[in-house]
């Protein structure tokens, strides 16, 4: 882990990025277990926050659940990068934007409370761009969950059931943002979300730990910059496969090691045919090349397949996703 030297950082960067302690002083909790204070790992997360090497402690939601939300991109000419991307990041529904190697060259995530919000985000960044917007919708996720093993042993959340939206109660929407845009660094951040929402403590902290229990949070916990911590070299890997295959390859390619995300999406007739996805994340580009070739010679099924690489080289914006109007947390 790049730049992390010192044990109490590195373990809480590393062993709290899921299952992060939903109770009254949950840094109270992280203190006990590394031996140091609660006023010491509030410091330290602030410092490693301030640095750049932490996006937020927070959530991340299964998507389409409690939101909408899809992958889209642009082919920006070289000339207008910046202005494009410019564009695309003031969609306050879009929480992530990446500059990668193709000429579909400006990726990014568009978020929002339904799909009406983020057909508009997609329609605006086109018409002040000027430029046509693929819209690669999800159609099955295998693996979304983008927790980052720091020690480089590529541990991994296990397989995890469907969300199971059933619970979804009035209200849910709102706690989920708060907890998208980041707990208060402070010892009752719970109780700072309960009192900007005008609810109880105790009734938020529920609400959590059945959004959690229910999958509809997918994690919550430390949200590392991977870019910040060494992790450079990252490539979006597309495959050009039918649905058929996709059902047999896509859960063995989502288990191989780097491969930190795996979805299958929705093609483009006649410009963009691929439905497969993996990332893979690695700390340089020979490295990321091996994992992508190890991964494809597990599988039968991507050898000699047609596919893509998509090296990211600049991150533009990378935020928790927009589920409901923010309100501002003290």
Known sequence: MEGVSDPIDRALLND???????????????AETLGTSETNVIERLRARTEAGQVTRLG????PNTISASTLAAVAAPEDRIEEVAEIIGAEPGVNHSYLRENDWN?????????????????????????????DLRLVRPFNLDLGFSLHGDDRRAPPR????????????????????????????PYAAIANTLGRDEAEVMARIRV???????????????????????NAMVVWDLPHDTITRAGPVLAAQPGVTLCYERTPV???????????????????????????????PELQGAPHLALFSNRCFKQTGALVAKERTIA
Request: glycine share 6%; net charge positive; with cysteine.
């Open 161 to 188: 059931q469907a969300p199971d939206t059933d619970v979804l109660q009035p209200g849910d929407r709102e706690i989920v943002q708060a907890l998208m845009r980041g707990l208060p660094l402070n010892a009752r």
């Open 269 to 299: 007739a006649g410009v963009w045919p691929y439905r497969l996805y993996s990332m893979i994340h690695a700390q340089s580009r020979k490295e990321a090349l091996a994992r992508l070739a190890a991964a494809a010679a597990v599988l």
């Open 106 to 134: 400006l990726w990014f995530v568009a978020t929002g409370p339904d799909r009406a919000h983020v057909d508009g985000a997609l329609d605006r960044i086109a018409q002040r761009s000027g430029l046509r917007v693929l």
């Open 16 to 30: 709290w990025q899921r299952d992060f302690p939903i109770t009254e002083r949950p840094f109270g909790v992280l």
């Open 59 to 62: 959530a991340t939601c299964a």
């Open 211 to 233: 959004l959690s229990a229910a999958r509809i949070i997918a994690r919550l916990g430390v949200i590392v910059r991977h870019r910040a911590l060494g992790w450079r070299s």
